[in-house]
């Protein structure tokens, strides 16, 4: 969802986030397109020493789910993210993924409640899954059922902006 998949990056959440809370926080998008929690977790120590962040968002995993990787090896490498962050006193929150129904209601639900878990383990804050809306207008979604449009992009950047508001009265 952060990759801007399918449309400009200025049109992206994230760019809307980091133009709405400029100048006070900088806002950097280090996602990659197809990326999955496997790649983050090897990208992440050089990110954090590049740019020092106080707050990482971590939102990963949906790859992971798209291509049925096993629950225990996503979780892991989501944990291991969150004890990086914290090794460089960056404060990890967490963003929760869904996939399609499609793979099996066992490993949809088991893919949607390590986001929970995880959070709960680690007591790191958790911006729920609540693209629903999203996911369900024609408009908002891609052809591949799967990506947001660059019309559903100020709707993300509403949830998160809120979210962030709320959790770290930014």
Known sequence: MSSSYGFEEQSGWVSLLANHFRPNH?????????????????????LLNKFSPTHVLIE???????????LYLIEGNIEKMIEICRSKAAKPILFGMRIPGNYGTRYTEGFANIYTKIATKKGVDLLNFDFYEIATTQSLIQSDGLHPTAKAQPIIKEKVQQFLTTTLGF
């Open 26 to 46: 900088e806002i950097i998008n280090a996602s990659i397109s197809g990326d999955t929690t496997g790649n983050g977790l090897f990208r992440l120590p050089q």
């Open 60 to 70: 990963l995993g949906a790859n992971d789910g798209l291509r049925g990787y096993p």
